[in-house]
């Protein structure tokens, strides 16, 4: 199957993804049903995402014009995460575009939309049925992209180290604030924040301040933001459960009621807590940002625009390591 024909494929699935198709419905719902952090609205969110960045034909063209697609398929292995619905989208599309036999592990957290998704493809063009697998088992495969947390690297390492691989760990993404930012900015970073609930890896998880940040004004433009989050009951629980342990342990925290800020040089923080920290040169501070290897983004004046964290392009690879590239060299 050309190029060509992927692509019209993929047009054709963004189009059945913003459908209103019964079996589709019922897919998004079983998905909700099954991981109490899917909802309907982050679901809908991933989808739209999905369709308006990844599966334009015009962007798919300018994207793989970059590329010399391989002559030769080879067996990958995919071990996708859960943290989000769909959110292993971006490496399926690599692989399905490079033609290659993919074998994809998925998520227990994450099993539904996907498999849904490669049945609808499966039915458009059974030549696929030789290309396109969901298997529990990735032994003899030529190559491997693995995404999990800092413990199963190691994990992955250990079995998949002899091979090709792209293994992915922890990443988080912080914001860069200047002290002078406007209520609309805010609002926008309420978006990197809170979708998801946080748990994505491009959710912004830390603000870097200037000594004396007054945060009222932040804290008063995230509240309605947070406050609906509050009507979740994990999220909800989370927050009576961080306020207990930041009172027990006399932690200073700052908070609007539905979000809390906790001064934290770690830029990883639990569900509705956000970390701070102070910097004098923001030079210095992006810089040892983008060298720690914990950072996936940077969002702020000059970094990613705010509100646009959780909206990745096709060329926004995940630990900033080429998915294309790699799968057209193997």
Request: with cysteine.
């Given at each position: 199957?050309?190029?060509e024909?992927?692509i ?13 198709d019964?079996?589709w ?11 109490a ?20 034909p015009?962007?798919l063209?300018?994207?793989?014009a ?5 002559i ?12 989000i619905?769909l ?8 692989c399905?575009?490079?033609?290659h ?5 998925l ?21 696929l049925?030789?290309?396109i ?12 992209i693995?995404?999990g ?20 760990r ?17 609002t926008?970073?309420?978006n990197?924040?809170?979708?998801y ?11 870097c301040?200037?000594k ?11 509240k309605?933001f ?13 927050y009576?459960?961080?306020?207990a342990i ?12 539905s979000?809390?800020?906790v ?22 501070l992006?810089?040892e940002?983008e ?14 625009p705010?509100?646009?964290?959780q ?11 080429d998915?294309?590239?790699?799968l057209?060299?193997i």
């Amino acid at each position: 199957m050309n190029i060509e024909k992927r692509i019209d494929l993929l047009k054709k699935l963004g189009q059945y993804m913003l459908s209103d198709d019964a079996d589709w419905v019922i897919a998004q719902q079983s998905a909700c049903n099954m991981n109490a952090w899917f909802t309907r609205e982050s679901v809908d969110l991933s989808i739209q995402n999905i369709v308006n960045q990844y599966l334009q034909p015009s962007l798919l063209k300018e994207w793989l014009a970059k590329y010399s697609l391989p002559i030769q398929a080879k067996k990958v292995g995919i071990i996708m995460a859960g943290n989000i619905p769909l959110v292993g989208f971006h490496d399926f599309l690599c692989c399905f575009v490079c033609a290659h036999y993919q074998y994809i592990k998925l998520s227990s957290k994450d099993d539904v939309l996907l498999r849904k998704l490669i049945e609808k493809l499966l039915e458009w063009e059974p030549n696929l049925n030789n290309e396109i697998f969901i298997a529990d088992n990735l032994k003899n495969c030529e190559a491997y992209i693995a995404t999990g947390n800092n413990n199963s690297a190691r994990y992955f390492e250990q079995y998949f180290g002899k091979y090709p691989n792209i293994i992915r760990r922890n990443r988080t993404s912080v914001a860069i604030l200047e002290g002078t930012e406007l209520e609309n900015e805010f609002t926008a970073l309420a978006n990197d924040v809170f979708s998801y609930y946080g748990l994505g890896c491009r959710n912004v998880t830390q603000l870097c301040v200037p000594k004396g940040y007054d945060f009222s004004l932040l804290l008063e433009s995230l509240k309605p933001f947070s406050s609906e989050l509050m009507l979740h009951h994990k999220y909800k629980n989370n927050y009576d459960y961080y306020c207990a342990i930041y009172m027990l342990n006399k932690i200073s925290f700052l908070t609007n009621d539905s979000l809390m800020l906790v001064e934290n040089e770690l830029p990883f923080s639990a569900v509705s807590v956000l970390h701070y920290r102070y910097y004098s040169n923001m030079q210095q501070l992006a810089h040892e940002l983008e060298i720690s290897g914990n950072v996936q983004t940077i969002v702020g004046r000059g970094f990613t625009p705010f509100g646009t964290a959780q909206i990745p392009s096709l060329s926004d690879y995940a630990d900033g390591v080429d998915t294309m590239a790699f799968l057209c060299e193997i």
